[in-house]
């Protein structure tokens, strides 16, 4: 069966993009990026940016992030896939990053949640002139890393 990504939540003030790989079960579900309780991703960002409790709905947590110029999006527009694992992935299409720089120039550096994300990203559109990336460890519960430790890593890309 064929999932399709969320479209992206980028505003002209953007300058840092998050990108992940393709929401998981839960997420498509909700259609909410990182919908899983047990996803670090929000927790992450708020702590961040000093802003607990984390808002209850998905348009406060999308406010947060482009009050602070980052949006979010997935490396993949469509792709099969059983169940949330990247491993599962096959039949993959891109989004269309080449149209998404030129309508936001803004953009100069790419947050990677976790490193398929970047592999696929990176497989298809190498380095981007004048963007930087990161890979970050991913935020989902199947990446064991300790919060402390995902948090603190996540924070040099902040810094």
Known sequence: MTIHSFPYFINSKTEILILGTMPGVLSLTK??????PRNHFWKIMHTLFDILPIPE?????????QSNKIGLWDVLEN????GSLDIHIKNK???????LF??????TKIIFNGKQSHAFFYKRFGQ????????????????????????????TCFE
């Open 93 to 99: 299409k891109e989004n269309d990053f080449e149209m």
């Open 79 to 82: 792709c099969e896939r059983k």
């Open 128 to 155: 981007i002139k004048g963007i930087t990336y990161y890979v970050m460890p991913s935020t989902s519960p199947a990446n064991t890393i300790l919060f402390e430790k995902k948090l603190k890593i996540w924070s």
């Open 31 to 36: 259609q909410e990026y990182y919908a899983n």
């Open 57 to 65: 709905t998905f348009e406060e947590k999308i406010q947060l992030l």
């Open 102 to 107: 030129k309508e936001f120039p803004s953009i």
